[in-house]
């Protein structure tokens, strides 16, 4: 077993823009680089789809670019034999009251939601957030309709509330948010992920 650990977004696509202008792929690449150097010291087996601020898409407009990339994403994560992807993102709303990390994973894949349900766990233990819980989204999701893997998006928080922008951006906040990824990623190559069926 492996995990591919995704910095969502990157090079000409920055992703959401916080309130102090910073893009949300910086702050997804810092907590991916943390992780992975957390899961090597472990032992995990990881792979990367970006280890800096690169798209891994081509093409002549940013919509090419972002399905390309995309695309790329997926095709790594069905080709790394028996993985799981955990997908780091941050989210933005317009009210800024909204606030906390948020794990989503395809509809209809039972170890997709057992995944994001002890993700969004230990995230909420470690950052010591709460109020959200896991949620399915449409199949239309490029990423985990096509990963071919038990996979999940984990919005880390929200770069539209100014408070936890400033956690999102503070290397103590993003080294627990690594942990937690991190830490599930070991007990996904340990125990593995068993849905009951």
């Known amino acids: 077993a492996a995990v591919v650990l995704d910095a969502g977004h990157g090079g000409e696509d920055g992703g959401a823009v916080g309130l102090s202008g910073t893009p949300e792929k910086d702050v997804n690449l810092a907590v991916t680089l943390r ?14 789809t970006r280890d800096a601020d690169r798209s891994l898409g081509q093409g002549r407009t940013l919509r090419e670019i972002k399905t390309s990339d995309l695309e790329a994403r997926a095709r790594l ?6 993985a799981v992807l955990i997908s780091v993102h941050q989210n933005y709303y317009p009210d ?5 990390p948020q794990v989503f994973y395809r509809a209809d894949s039972a170890a997709g939601a057992l995944l994001a349900a002890r993700l ?9 957030t709460g109020g959200r819980h896991p949620m399915p989204l449409p199949n239309e999701n490029y990423l985990l309709a096509n990963a071919g893997r038990p996979a999940v998006v984990a919005e880390c928080g929200f770069l539209s509330n100014p408070e936890e922008e400033r956690l999102l951006l503070s290397p103590d906040y993003q080294d627990k948010l690594a942990f937690a990824v991190a830490a599930e990623a070991l007990e996904c190559v340990t125990v593995g992920l068993e849905t009951g069926r």
């Open 35 to 48: 992780a992975r150097d957390l899961c090597r010291l472990m032992g995990v087996p990881v792979t990367l």
């Open 77 to 82: 994560c069905r080709e790394t034999e028996g």
């Open 120 to 128: 969004q766990g230990r995230i909420e233990r470690f950052c010591g």
């Open 96 to 100: 800024r009251a909204s606030r906390g």
